[in-house]
């Protein structure tokens, strides 16, 4: 069965940084929304970065842009996200995501997505 499988959270100082990885097994990019989504207790978990049409087309929440960069390799169907200039604020679980129909829109804003188990990812002052 299909499978999103994250890697590379953990600690780092505030100014830092972090690259995480999501493998998905079972599943193909072509007319799906890949990205990632946070989640902090007591808040509903928030997109983050999307990659989409195609991987053409790429978005950002706006607390991320100009420090987050997604990407993806097909060749190896992982997305990444490299998270530069950390901030405590960007401390919460980190999930990757896939949309369940296929499309060419953007997810970022969707919660009904296929899902990782989740990489935690903490920044301190």
């Known amino acids: 069965q299909g499978q999103l499988v994250e890697s590379g959270g953990g600690s780092v100082q505030a100014g830092g940084s972090l690259r995480l990885s999501c493998v998905a097994f079972?599943?193909?990019?072509?007319?799906?929304?890949m990205g990632w989504f946070r989640q902090t207790p007591g808040k509903q978990r928030e997109g983050v970065a999307t990659i989409y049409n195609g991987g053409i087309n790429t978005n950002y929440a706006d607390s991320v842009k100009g420090r987050f960069t997604i990407s993806q390799d097909n060749a190896t169907n992982t997305v990444y996200l490299q998270m530069s200039s950390l901030k405590p604020e960007d401390t919460a679980m980190y999930y990757c995501a896939a949309s369940i129909r296929y499309t060419y829109g953007d997810c970022l804003s969707r919660t009904d997505n296929y899902w990782g188990q989740g990489t935690q990812v903490t920044v301190s002052s």
């Open positions: 079972g599943y193909t990019y072509r007319n799906r929304c």
